[in-house]
């Protein structure tokens, strides 16, 4: 099984808060892998498919944060999730 680990800088103006939040949640529950969340310079990681692990990150706009994909889609999933956090949106 793949281990893809990215380091992405959060680019939505609203961090990933709410909407945001709902659909990167949406998009990681869509594949089979195992996703998990943290910023960058932060021990705590949280499930990528949890909306309230991923408020309680507390990600605000230009924030590093480090997505963690195990499973045989961890690949995909990595680059659809970068695409929500990475939009100006």
Do not use: C, W, Y
């Not at 706009?61 to 970068?82: F, H, P, T």
Request: glycine share 6%.
């Amino acid at each position: 099984m793949a281990l893809i680990k990215k380091k992405i800088t959060v680019k939505n103006k609203q961090g990933l808060h709410a909407r945001p939040a709902a659909l990167f949640v949406q998009i990681a529950n869509k594949f089979d892998s195992a996703i998990t969340v943290r910023r960058d310079k932060d021990a705590e990681e949280v499930n990528g498919k949890s909306i309230m692990g991923i408020l309680m990150l507390g990600v605000e706009k230009d924030s590093a944060i480090i997505i963690e994909a195990e499973g045989k889609d961890a690949e995909l999933a990595v680059i659809e999730l970068e695409k929500v956090v990475s939009s100006e949106g």
